[in-house]
């Protein structure tokens, strides 16, 4: 028996105001960066801080609250998958990859402004079941 599990539950500061786009085939798409910190226990005992950056995208009617309701430094709980993509950089002929977060819900966190918060089935945030994959 195979056993295949991608999920991923995150939450963290945006780092920057979430950035919006039509898809070829006319899908909303809107993407941000989410800081994550965390502490690590030290060989002696003593804790240090980590910041982990993670890059988050949403499709379809989560994408439309993320651009009216979030800006950099909005505290959110992103629920999704890790998606993995890999390229030759037309420049240098090099290999890259990167791996994306796709959010299936994106719960909004502290201050919001109860009149602005969308309607939906997770107060203070939005979900969606059109993520295409």
């Known amino acids: 028996m195979s056993v295949s599990i991608n999920t991923v539950m995150l939450g963290g500061n945006l780092t920057r105001d979430p950035e919006s786009r039509t898809t070829n085939s006319g899908n909303t798409e809107a ?21 982990g950056f993670f890059n988050v995208v949403v499709y379809g009617r989560t994408a439309g609250p993320v651009m009216d309701y979030l800006q950099k430094g909005s505290s959110v709980v992103v629920e ?14 090099a290999k890259r990859s990167k791996i994306d ?7 909004f966190v502290g201050k919001v402004d109860a009149q602005n918060v969308p309607a939906g089935p997770s107060q203070g945030g939005v979900d969606t079941e059109d993520v295409p994959f």
């Open 101 to 107: 977060i796709v959010a299936h819900r994106v719960h």
């Open 31 to 51: 993407k941000f960066s989410v800081a994550v910190n965390s502490k690590r226990k030290q060989a002696d005992g003593s804790y240090s801080d980590e910041v």
């Open 80 to 93: 999704g998958n890790l998606r993995f993509s890999s390229w030759e950089d037309k420049d240098t002929g």
